[in-house]
């Protein structure tokens, strides 16, 4: 009920200052899955669920849910705060039970916002990637294409789902962890990577285009 209300309040007037449109909808798995998100903005996730209608847990930080109108959005839509220092062992436990439940678990690797945009992607955290593993969870990377800026059109990209099954089964180390870590990263990048060729060839067919236009004019 709160996330329609919410829909129906914030909807408009984000579509206007935020427009926003999703690529990729049928690569999202039915059933549990982790999305694997970069991070330009705090309102990254609050347009993601606006604009597919659906509601995901979301790990967010502890201190997002302190103000009342955003922590209350954060909240209707499935929110979990986790306290960044150290290891938060009930947002863990709350996001495990999410997936043996059958959600969706939305998360943002890097941990904090990408405030350096000559960055491509920061360093991943371990804990999506051990929550992963310890739920035997597929994992979706989703590529947001730019940094939301006011009245400027937003691009999510929702990647194919993938999992980490080389590593089922057998001991989370530092070093297993690490490696699977580097493969969610590779997959982020690999997304990045077909999103941005896809746009040159785009780009490219435009200009021929406009090339063959005025030839022919």
Not at 24 to 29: D, E, F, Q, T
Not at 71 to 77: A, P, Q, R
């Amino acid at each position: 009920m709160l996330l329609w209300l919410a829909r129906i309040f914030l909807w408009l007037p984000l579509s206007i200052m935020h427009p926003t449109f999703i690529k990729g909808r049928k690569n999202l798995p039915k059933g549990k899955a982790v999305l694997a998100c970069n991070h330009y903005s705090n309102w990254d996730i609050v347009l993601y669920v606006l604009h597919t209608g659906k509601k995901v847990k979301i790990l967010a930080k502890k201190e997002l849910f302190k103000n009342k109108l955003f922590g209350g959005i954060l909240k209707s839509f499935g929110g979990i705060p986790i306290e960044r220092e150290g290891s938060d062992i009930n947002a863990i436990k709350l996001c495990m039970k999410a997936l043996k439940d059958g959600k969706k678990l939305f998360v943002f690797p890097e941990g904090t916002r990408l405030k350096d945009e000559s960055q491509v992607l920061g360093e991943l955290k371990s804990g999506m990637t051990l929550i992963a593993l310890k739920t035997q969870t597929p994992i979706v990377p989703i590529w947001i294409e730019r940094k939301p800026k006011l009245f400027r059109k937003s691009l999510y990209h929702i990647g194919k789902p993938f999992e980490l099954d080389q590593f089922y089964g057998i001991k989370f180390d530092d070093e297993t962890l690490a490696k699977a870590n580097d493969i969610v990263r590779d997959k982020m990048l690999e997304l990045r990577e077909e999103v941005l060729e896809k746009k040159n060839k785009k780009n490219k067919g435009k200009k021929w285009y406009l090339v063959f236009y005025f030839i022919d004019f």
